[in-house]
Every structure is written in structure tokens, then in C-alpha cells.
């Protein structure tokens, strides 16, 4: 069945906070996440790194976090949508390229994951609500980052 034009407007919006959320990680910019997400939004990252938590507290876990990081980037494509109403989600795959330094030796590892994402219609446009990150495969992965990561 054909998209209405609201529809198609829907996608694009919610694509551009996907895609706005990875610019604002892989530029550090942690404020720029409140522009996404709901104030009560849950980001849970449980999957990939162990933590879970609202906006606020997510972001002070990512500029401690990520700070060592000597280089990272998010690549998504291929999202999947399901609308019902003012409420809708998505599944995107993501590419995630990092490089770590480990006493003056750096790696560049990759991490593959499925961000599945639960938005809700607000009277400013769409926003997150719900973050979550699942894993799919991990490579070139260091064994003493592996070994801080769950299992």
C-alpha cells in the first residue's frame, strides 16, 4: 500500500533524530541529545556495555566513557518502521568503528548492533522515548576491553 505524505514526512523525522542522535555521540556534543530524546527517556545500553539509565544520566556516562576513545563513528541504514498512532518504532542497523588506545598501542575494533528505538509524537515534532541497544557481532575486539564488557 502506497505511503500517505504524513507518513512519509513521519519517516524522514524520526530518521533525521536516528540519525541526529549518532552525530551528537561521535561529536561529543552530550547536550545536543536533549533535542532527541524525551526528558524521561530510557537509554539502555545494558547489551553493549552494562548500563541502563534516563537522559541525563546517560549522558554523563557517555563524556566519561566515550573520553578515552580515540576515535569512534556510527553508521546507520536499513531501518524498519511500525506506527500506531502518535507512538511509533524502529529497528536500524548500526556500524560502529572504534579506535582504543591501550598503553600507547591503538586498535580499531568494530561493533555491529540493532538500535531499536520507541518514539512518541509530541507537539514539537517526534521524539525518543526509548533507546535500546542490541548486540549483533563484535570484532577485532582487544581481550582486555572484552573482558569489562558483558559476556
Known sequence: ?????????????????????????????????????????????????????GLQEIKRFLAESLTPI?????????????FNGDRAQTK?????????????????LVFGLWYIHDFVRTAEGWRISRLYEQKCYSMNVPDWLAAQLPA
Open 92 to 108: 536500524t542497523a548500526c556500524y560502529n568503528p572504534m579506535t582504543v588506545s591501550n598503553g600507547g598501542k591503538a586498535d580499531t
Open 1 to 53: 500500500m502506497p505511503l500517505t505524505v504524513e507518513e512519509m514526512s513521519d519517516r524522514f523525522e524520526i530518521q533525521d533524530l536516528i540519525v541526529g542522535y549518532c552525530y551528537a555521540v561521535d561529536s561529543s556534543d552530550w547536550d545536543a541529545l536533549d533535542r532527541f530524546f524525551m526528558p524521561d527517556a530510557v537509554i539502555d545500553y545494558s547489551e553493549m556495555v552494562g548500563v541502563s539509565g
Open 70 to 82: 580515540l576515535a569512534f563513528q556510527h553508521a546507520v541504514s536499513t531501518t524498519q518502521y511500525t
